[in-house]
T-cell receptor, first 115, second 111 residues
């Protein structure tokens, strides 16, 4: 059982370049999330999705776009990368918002450097 | 907006001893969940313990327990019989509609 996987694990971009980070989960989870983690800070929510075809903004959405065309995949796009987007990006997924399960399962992270 | 505060950037504990990590949060909601996550150098986020706000009983998972004070909006993590493998960053998190994390506490375990 792979859980949550992220592609790629590392990436270096030049300012102005674009890229897409892919998150995939095989647990049939409804909710998926993208976070960024910067030194000395906890994870901050960028965007999230409560189901296929739906997305919503989190705490720090500017400069990012997302899509959830398939239930198992959640894509994070950077249209024009900036050095301020240098960070470690985590994807997570969770079951429906029920009493029993609010746990999020995290991917291994993607380290992105923008020069 | 909900905020989560971890006032201890770093903590240190002797192996086999007990340590408590602090967390406070701010919310106007009555129904929410609180979590402690562990992040070792591998970067993997690992759920340590979870607390439902509607439950008065403090959650316990083996050597890990919490002191949940809803009125004070406090959610501290106690690690008993600390082990070398407990060394990591620990993040407190609050969840209602979205998820908010504290800045983390780096725990060092001395042999």
């Amino acid at each position: 059982n792979a859980g949550v996987t992220q592609t790629p694990k590392f990436r270096v971009l030049k300012t102005g370049q674009s890229m897409t980070l892919l998150c995939a989960q095989d647990m049939n989870h409804e909710y998926m999330y993208w976070y960024r983690q910067d030194p000395g800070m906890g994870l901050r929510l960028i965007h999230y999705s409560v189901g296929e075809g739906t997305t919503a903004k989190g705490e720090v959405p500017d400069g990012y776009n997302v899509s959830r065309l398939k239930k198992q995949n959640f894509l994070l796009g950077l249209e024009s990368a900036a050095p301020s987007q240098t960070s470690v990006y985590f994807c997570a997924s969770s079951q429906l918002k029920t009493i029993l399960s609010y746990e999020q399962y995290f991917g291994p992270g993607t380290r992105l450097t923008v020069t | 907006a909900q905020t989560v505060t971890q006032s201890q950037p770093e903590m240190s504990v002797q192996e086999a001893e007990t340590v408590t990590l602090s967390c406070t949060y701010d919310t106007s909601e009555s129904d929410y969940y609180l979590f402690w996550y562990k992040q070792p150098p591998s970067r993997q986020m690992i759920l340590v313990i979870r607390q439902e706000a509607y439950k008065q009983q403090n959650a316990t998972e083996n050597r890990f327990s919490v002191n949940f004070q809803k009125a004070a909006k406090s959610f501290s993590l106690k690690i008993s019989d600390s082990q070398l493998g407990d060394a990591a960053m620990y993040f407190c998190a609050y969840r209602n509609n979205d998820m908010r994390f504290g800045a983390g506490t780096r725990l060092t375990v001395k042999p």
